[in-house]
Structures are given as structure tokens and as C-alpha cells.
């Protein structure tokens, strides 16, 4: 007789096995090559089989005795559950073909791949920039018939993407890093000029019959915003409850601006503060200081896990960073790859920037979640999951933590809290947006006038990001409140005895997962109960 625990297993690698077929990007982003020259599926017939699919699939999952796994399957069960659902819901209520004109934009997958760097990178590569006109294609396609439900937003935001990615395409093609990466680049210039040229088709295509056209509602509506916290982030608490939150997070953070502003704090500079050529020695400097203070503060305990700092490809305009983080799991290392482009200001870094980059992505941030929680914390699931509240509010979180420990680590006391107010902002958007409080233009002004960072493009990408994923900046924030009702909690329940350690280390001990299943399963569900009660004041 087969076992609930082999039962599991089995669908597991199903899962992932399939649903990597439709997601080939997806798979990138969780450092998997396998399915590098493919993009994701977009016919009626293949999002059919992957509906059908999702359903049997549930059903699977459902008849397993939850009980009878040990915690490691449990915790990626419920994670395989959460991402089945809702795919399968946003499938069935929210077809993304006919609303979202970005998604068929496939520059960050391209990126993805040149990170990964899988041993056949120039035939992976060749095969996915051949691959681009036909799915740009297909993409309009797809688009034409519905072009009243897709927000005007998005498909400005898809314009706009498609020009910058024409660009980003030749400099990458063009580039010293992917030279040096691969032999014979002269096919991949040229089809880097082809995957261009459909790219600016493709936007032509949306200014000339999208355009005139695109009337879709920017908000997906309470009710899935209701489902996408409790189902995707695993929040038990809907949108009527989240204002109060926001709302004393602001408050909170008005008052410590207030104290802050006579504050003066000289800048922390790595050893060498003269300017430096070469940013990835900033954040190879930036790194190793941090990765020393952490050691002395005793804040957490740091992963036996390296971090190597290295010159890596340029990324496409608007992504995820500046400086990118790749986990080499099999090797159980990471890198921060610094872009080695062409231009000097895609490799030249203030203290400060580098010290940012280090913090979210580094030994403070992505690197320290990867693999505090060591093997069993980097299943597939748990590269996947949702981690906005672990992972998004960590980052709120713990700046502070620093700045309490040592004001040396976060020298500009109102940078904290600009970005705090940031997020806070993005939050408030997320939620009048979706739930009908405010239109697309009123979210836009809104975010232009938080404190965004010099971007001036900060606030555009923060909107199309806010329309694309409903719940997602709401639930970093909901987060960051959660883990320091969490701490204060166990503050109160240690005394002189609470161990700042100890504690993080068992918050980070499952992953980058969603955080009420993380205090779940690492402090028991009574605790992870009081602290949601102590956070949204239920």
C-alpha cells in the first residue's frame, strides 16, 4: 500500500514536472534550466489542459491525509495547494491573455536565463530570442478580440516596456559579459535584432488596435482581493480589516520622522570611501561589512552559505534591480551579480546603494532567507511560494532591527522610514484600487507623490506592478506588522530571557514561505493566532 508520504512525493514531481511546462519562466526563477528554451503557453488549448489538470490535481491534494506527513511535506503541501488554487482560479475569472498585454512580454525571462547561465546558454538563448516574433504574434492574437477589458494602464506600461526591451535586447547581445560567456555571438545578434524589430511591432500593434480600445477595469474587485490574501499570501484578514492597519502604520511612521529630523548621522562608508570605478568592489565591500556586523549584533545567525559578488549581464529597463541575486542551490552558495555592461553608470555604486543592494538581496535580505532554513527550506514549493509577507516585510522589518542594534548600519535615519512610507503608499493604493476606492488615475497621482527613490520611473512600474498583482504590496506590509507583533510577543512572553536569535532564526527556519504559515509551523498556531489578533487589533 502506498504511503500518504510517497503519495505526495509523487505529485509533487508531477507538479512540478508539468507545471513547468507552462511556466518555463517561472522555472528560471526558481533557478530550474530544464525548460530554458521554451515560453509560456498562451493557446486555448494548452490553458484548457493546464485548467483540467489544476483541478485533478487539487483533488489529489485533498484526499491526502494531511496528519500523517511529517512537517517538511506539510508545509509544502499547503504551498502546492495555495498556488494550484489560485492559478486555477485566476484561469477561470481573469483569463491574463485578453487583460494583460504585459505578460506576453518576455525580456525578464530572458534575463532569467543569461542569470542562470545554463551549460548550453547560446542554444538556450538562440532558441528563446528565435521563439519571440511568433509568440508576439500569437500575443495580439490573442488580445484583439477582448480589447475592451484590458486596462489602459497595462497597456501603456506594455508600450513602454516593449521600446526599452528592443534596446535591451541589442546592448545585451552586443555585450562584453555575453562575449565572454559564449562562443560564435554573431547568430545571437542577429536574433536579437529579429526578437527587436517584433517587439516594436508589437507595441505598434497596441498603440494602433488596443489602444483605441482598452476600457478594462485596473482593479480585480474585493471579493478576489479577499481570496488572493487569504489563498495566495495566507492572511485571514479581508480588505474591510486592512485600512486600520495601514492606517497605524502610518501613524507610527510620522511620529518616528518626526524624532528623526534632528538627527544627524555621518555616512557609513566600506573601507575605501574613495569613488570606485567598479560597483560590483561597493558591493563586495558593502557585503562583507554587513555579513561582520551581523556576526557581532548576534541578530541572526548567518547560513553557512557563501555569497560571491560577480560581474554579470545587463538587465532589461524597469527590472527587479539593479544588482540581481542568483541562489546556486545544488553548490549551496549565492551570487549578486553587478551588471558589466558597456555604460559606466551600470557599474558605478554610492556606499549607500551598494549597502541597499546588500541588504535586500544580500546577507540581510534574499541571500540570509534562501538558506537560513537550510535544505529542507529550498524545496521547489518554497522557491515558489508567495513570500511577500515573509520576505517583503522582513525587509521593513528588520532595517530596524539594525538601526536599533547599531546606528552605524542604517547611518540616514529617515531613509527607513521614506521607505516605510513607500510601501505604505503602494499598500494604500493596492487597497482602494482593487476594492473600488479610487481610480487608476487617483492611484497614479497618489504614487507619484509618495516617496519613491530618485526613479523617476518608480512610481509607474510600482502602479503596473499594483494591476498585475492585486494583494501583493498590501500583504508586504501586512507582513512587516505581523513580525513585529510576532516579536513583541515573544518579547513579552521571554522577558529578560528573549533572545533576538533565536527568534529570527525560528521565523527564517521554513523559508522565504508566507509568513502566517511560517509562524504556524515554526511557534505553534496558537501563537501565530495571538500575534494576527495583537496585528490587525481582532
Given at each position: 500500500m502506498v504511503?500518504?508520504?510517497?503519495?505526495?512525493?509523487?505529485?509533487?514531481?508531477?507538479?512540478?514536472?508539468?507545471?513547468?511546462?507552462?511556466?518555463p519562466d517561472l522555472a528560471l526563477g526558481a533557478g530550474v534550466a530544464d525548460f530554458a528554451r521554451l515560453l509560456p503557453a498562451q493557446s486555448d488549448d494548452d490553458l484548457a489542459a493546464l485548467a483540467g489538470w489544476l483541478e485533478t490535481l487539487i483533488v489529489a491534494l485533498e484526499?491526502?491525509?494531511?496528519?500523517?506527513?511529517?512537517?517538511?511535506?506539510?508545509?509544502?503541501?499547503?504551498?502546492?495547494?495555495?498556488?494550484?488554487?489560485?492559478?486555477?482560479?485566476?484561469?477561470?475569472?481573469?483569463?491574463?491573455?485578453?487583460?494583460?498585454?504585459?505578460?506576453?512580454?518576455?525580456?525578464?525571462?530572458?534575463?532569467?536565463?543569461?542569470?542562470?547561465?545554463?551549460?548550453?546558454?547560446?542554444?538556450?538563448?538562440?532558441?528563446?530570442?528565435?521563439?519571440?516574433?511568433?509568440?508576439?504574434?500569437?500575443?495580439?492574437?490573442?488580445?484583439?478580440?477582448?480589447?475592451?477589458?484590458?486596462?489602459?494602464?497595462?497597456?501603456?506600461?506594455?508600450?513602454?516596456?516593449?521600446?526599452?526591451?528592443?534596446?535591451?535586447?541589442?546592448?545585451?547581445?552586443?555585450?562584453?559579459?555575453?562575449?565572454?560567456?559564449?562562443?560564435?555571438?554573431?547568430?545571437?545578434?542577429?536574433?536579437?535584432?529579429?526578437?527587436?524589430?517584433?517587439?516594436?511591432s508589437y507595441a505598434e500593434g497596441l498603440r494602433e488596435e488596443i489602444v483605441p480600445r482598452a476600457a478594462g477595469a485596473a482593479g480585480c474587485g474585493a471579493q478576489h482581493l479577499d481570496f488572493l490574501l487569504r489563498h495566495r499570501h495566507?492572511?485571514?484578514?479581508?480588505?474591510?480589516?486592512?485600512?486600520?492597519?495601514?492606517?497605524?502604520?502610518?501613524?507610527?511612521?510620522?511620529?518616528?520622522?518626526?524624532?528623526?529630523?534632528?538627527?544627524?548621522?555621518?555616512?557609513?562608508?566600506?573601507?575605501?570611501?574613495?569613488?570606485?570605478?567598479?560597483?560590483r568592489e561597493r558591493v563586495s565591500q558593502a557585503c562583507s561589512l554587513l555579513a561582520e556586523h551581523l556576526r557581532q549584533a548576534r541578530l541572526v545567525t548567518l547560513p553557512d552559505a557563501p555569497l560571491h559578488v560577480a560581474a554579470g549581464p545587463i538587465g532589461p529597463p524597469g527590472g527587479p534591480a539593479r544588482v540581481d541575486y542568483v541562489a546556486d542551490l545544488p553548490g549551496v552558495s549565492g551570487s549578486l551579480f553587478v551588471p558589466d555592461g558597456a555604460r559606466d553608470e551600470d557599474v558605478r555604486f554610492t556606499a549607500a546603494e551598494a549597502r541597499a543592494q546588500c541588504l535586500g538581496l544580500g546577507w540581510g535580505g534574499l541571500h540570509l532567507l534562501t538558506f537560513a532554513g537550510g535544505q529542507a527550506a529550498r524545496s521547489l514549493p518554497r522557491r515558489l511560494a508567495a513570500r511577500a509577507t515573509l520576505a517583503?516585510?522582513?525587509?521593513?522589518?528588520?532595517?530596524?532591527?539594525?538601526?536599533?542594534?547599531?546606528?552605524?548600519?542604517?547611518?540616514?535615519?529617515?531613509?527607513?522610514?521614506?521607505?516605510r512610507l513607500?510601501?505604505?503608499?503602494?499598500?494604500?493604493?493596492?487597497?482602494?484600487?482593487?476594492?473600488g476606492q479610487c481610480s487608476v488615475e487617483e492611484a497614479a497621482q497618489r504614487l507619484a507623490a509618495a516617496p519613491m527613490g530618485s526613479d523617476p520611473g518608480a512610481a509607474t512600474a510600482a502602479l503596473a506592478a499594483i494591476v498585475q498583482r492585486p494583494g501583493d504590496a498590501l500583504a508586504r506590509v501586512l507582513g512587516w506588522r505581523l513580525i513585529e507583533c510576532a516579536r513583541g510577543l515573544a518579547l513579552g512572553a521571554a522577558?529578560?530571557?528573549?533572545?533576538?536569535?533565536?527568534?529570527?532564526?525560528?521565523?527564517?527556519?521554513?523559508?522565504?514561505?508566507?509568513?502566517p504559515l511560517a509562524l504556524r509551523h515554526a511557534f505553534g498556531e496558537p501563537f501565530q493566532h495571538a500575534a494576527e489578533v495583537a496585528a490587525w487589533g481582532q
Open positions: 504511503s500518504d508520504a510517497s503519495a505526495f512525493d509523487a505529485l509533487a514531481a508531477e507538479f512540478f514536472s508539468v507545471w513547468f511546462r507552462f511556466h484526499e491526502l491525509d494531511f496528519d500523517s506527513l511529517d512537517q517538511s511535506r506539510r508545509v509544502d503541501l499547503e504551498l502546492m495547494f495555495a498556488l494550484a488554487a489560485v492559478e486555477h482560479r485566476e484561469l477561470l475569472e481573469r483569463d491574463w491573455r485578453h487583460r494583460d498585454p504585459l505578460r506576453f512580454l518576455p525580456l525578464l525571462e530572458v534575463h532569467r536565463l543569461t542569470l542562470v547561465r545554463p551549460r548550453h546558454l547560446r542554444e538556450a538563448l538562440a532558441a528563446l530570442l528565435g521563439a519571440i516574433p511568433d509568440h508576439l504574434r500569437q500575443a495580439l492574437s490573442q488580445l484583439r478580440p477582448m480589447a475592451e477589458l484590458v486596462p489602459p494602464a497595462l497597456v501603456d506600461a506594455a508600450i513602454a516596456a516593449a521600446a526599452d526591451g528592443r534596446r535591451y535586447l541589442r546592448a545585451l547581445a552586443r555585450s562584453r559579459w555575453l562575449h565572454d560567456q559564449c562562443d560564435g555571438c554573431a547568430e545571437l545578434e542577429t536574433l536579437a535584432e529579429a526578437a527587436g524589430d517584433a517587439l516594436n495566507l492572511l485571514q484578514l479581508g480588505p474591510d480589516g486592512c485600512g486600520p492597519v495601514l492606517d497605524a502604520a502610518a501613524e507610527e511612521c510620522d511620529r518616528a520622522m518626526a524624532g528623526a529630523q534632528s538627527a544627524r548621522r555621518e555616512p557609513l562608508e566600506p573601507a575605501g570611501d574613495g569613488p570606485c570605478s567598479l560597483g517583503g516585510g522582513w525587509g521593513l522589518y528588520f532595517a530596524e532591527r539594525l538601526a536599533a542594534h547599531d546606528e552605524a548600519l542604517m547611518p540616514d535615519p529617515m531613509a527607513l522610514w521614506r521607505a513607500a510601501a505604505i503608499a503602494a499598500a494604500r493604493v493596492d487597497l482602494m484600487l482593487h476594492t522577558g529578560d530571557g528573549f533572545d533576538p536569535c533565536r527568534f529570527h532564526d525560528s521565523l527564517l527556519s521554513l523559508g522565504p514561505i508566507p509568513l
